[in-house]
T-cell receptor, first 112, second 114 residues
Framework: AQSVTQPDIHITVSEGASLELRCNYSYGATPYLFWYVQSPGQGLQLLLKYFSGDTLVQGIKGFEAEFKRSQSSFNLRKPSVHWSDAAEYFCAVAFYGQNFVFGPGTRLSVLP | GAGVSQSPRYKVAKRGQDVALRCDPISGHVSLFWYQQALGQGPEFLTYFQNEAQLDKSGLPSDRFFAERPEGSVSTLKIQRTQQEDSAVYLC????????????FGPGTRLTVT
């Protein structure tokens, strides 16, 4: 069965520190990969996506993600976290012709 | 409007009541999706429309759930005889072309069944 795991339910980092959020998927082939952010009371906003090509993708708000086929992973990174980055982050996968499968999410807290 | 809008933003229903949740997609967007997000979980796919055609409803949890998009624009998700387990945030998303995979999400409707 297709699944997406985000091992960290909650992460706390200090403002200015680096961040890495983990995402692993279980699929028969390489899916399309996405990271979304959700602030309280808001809808999901797309941070970045990977379809093919360069395995390091750049997104909005200074985020990047790296696709590693051998590890079935698509981890999200940011070199320096801002207080406004505190939110819930969701990894999602889609296989051509099918719909999104979301991970359970990682809640990010940022300490001043 | 600039984005996807949903109404109402909050809905409290007594168990057994019927509810209707509305989604206004971005103007001109062909595809429309509904998701259910339970507390502390990621969104789960419910159903998908391309224009007025409902192409996939495999995620609807029971026959109490029904969605429509009669004119290929606004969509309504209806839940009949609501149960407590229906309490969740219902998210709507739209995309501008088939296979785009770039979905724009609305703020959601939080449904609480008491």
């Amino acid at each position: 069965a297709q699944s997406v795991t985000q091992p960290d339910i909650h992460i706390t980092v200090s403002e200015g520190a680096s961040l890495e959020l983990r995402c692993n998927y279980s699929y028969g082939a390489t899916p399309y990969l996405f990271w979304y952010v959700q602030s309280p009371g808001q809808g999901l906003q797309l941070l970045l996506k990977y379809f093919s090509g360069d395995t390091l993708v750049q997104g909005i708000k200074g985020f990047e993600a790296e696709f590693k086929r051998s590890q079935s992973s698509f981890n999200l990174r940011k070199p320096s976290v801002h207080w406004s980055d505190a939110a819930e982050y969701f990894c999602a996968v889609a296989f051509y012709g099918q719909n999104f499968v979301f991970g359970p999410g990682t809640r990010l807290s940022v300490l001043p | 409007g600039a984005g996807v809008s949903q109404s109402p933003r909050y809905k409290v229903a007594k168990r057994g009541q019927d509810v209707a949740l509305r989604c206004d997609p971005i103007s001109g967007h062909v595809s429309l999706f509904w998701y259910q997000q339970a507390l502390g979980q990621g969104p789960e796919f419910l159903t998908y429309f391309q224009n007025e055609a409902q192409l996939d409803k495999s995620g609807l949890p029971s026959d109490r759930f029904f969605a429509e998009r009669p004119e290929g624009s606004v969509s309504t998700l209806k839940i009949q005889r609501t149960q407590q387990e229906d309490s969740a945030v219902y998210l709507c998303a739209s995309s501008d072309r088939r296979g785009s995979y770039e979905q724009y999400f609305g703020p959601g409707t939080r449904l609480t069944v008491t």
